[in-house]
């Protein structure tokens, strides 16, 4: 009986040892996942952003050589509208829940953030302005998408000098009838951006969004042609009118003549 309990406490003093090194290595396991989900997030708004200078090259809000010289107000434009883009993306998927994150730059969704914000600490930081974004654009949906053009309009009126394209853009909006949501969300986007540009993940991140080389040339060109077929499309519509209705009036002329 003796030896038995002997036995008996040495294996479980034994156990007793090995359970903190288990319990260690699972921490050490799901900390390495956590960390891993967070890069893979940090990948994918440096591919957003990617996305997003190409788009706002095309439509003429940016210029490139201001992409070359890094200019100061591009550095904050990209990942305001990048992220813009995130949160609109994400409000407009009726499928996601209310801490759920869409990227659709490869169709990854983020199921609930929150849990992963509560385990780093750059995003416990940033998820909480991230949520109240969120709700502003789902509670105000319908103007967002009304007004998605104008808001990234504004967030790329930064500094003295304003592309044509975004210039055209706010002249048309009335300023004194600028719905209060679209200041409030301007304001809370800068001060994120603000803070992400301070962030190691970012800045590790930050030379490949200026250093990509972006075709816009071609595409511009695509656009102007295409702007080009369709009008010839439609003075050759209207010329073919035109002739249909001449052939129509020689036809009624002769018809009254006789």
């Known amino acids: 009986i003796i030896s038995c309990s002997h036995e008996r406490s040495t294996n479980n003093y034994r156990n007793q040892a090995q359970a903190p090194g288990e319990a260690s290595r699972l921490n050490n396991s799901v900390r390495d996942q956590r960390s891993k989900a967070m890069e893979e997030c940090w990948d994918r708004f440096q591919l957003q952003c990617i996305k997003t200078t190409s788009q706002l090259l095309e439509k003429g809000m940016i210029t490139k050589q201001s992409i070359v010289d ?19 993306d994400t409000t407009l998927n009726e499928d996601l829940g209310t801490a759920d994150l869409y990227w659709q730059v490869d169709g990854t969704v983020c199921r609930d953030c929150s849990n992963l914000a ?4 750059i995003a416990c930081n940033l ?15 319908e103007e967002v ?11 790329c009126s930064v500094g003295p000098e304003t592309s044509q394209a975004v210039h055209s853009i706010l002249k048309s909006e009335d300023s004194n009838l600028t719905p ?8 809370m ?15 590790q991140r930050m030379s490949s969004i200026y250093s990509e080389k972006y075709d816009v040339e071609q595409a511009v060109e695509d656009n102007a042609n295409q702007s080009q077929n369709t009008s010839k499309d439609d003075c050759s519509d209207k010329e073919g009118d035109q002739a249909h209705h001449g052939a129509e009036d020689n036809q009624c002329s002769a018809f009254s003549l006789r």
């Open 189 to 203: 986007l800068t001060n994120l951006v603000l803070v992400i540009l301070r962030l190691r993940p970012y800045q």
């Open 118 to 121: 509560h385990n780093d600490a």
């Open 70 to 88: 890094m200019d100061p107000s591009v550095i904050q434009i990209i990942p305001s509208v990048a992220m813009w883009n995130v949160l609109l």
């Open 127 to 141: 998820w909480p302005t991230i949520q109240d974004l969120m709700k502003i654009l789902r509670h105000n949906k």
């Open 145 to 155: 998408v009304a007004r998605r053009e104008l808001m990234v309009a504004r967030l």
């Open 180 to 187: 209060r949501w679209i200041q409030h969300t301007r304001s």
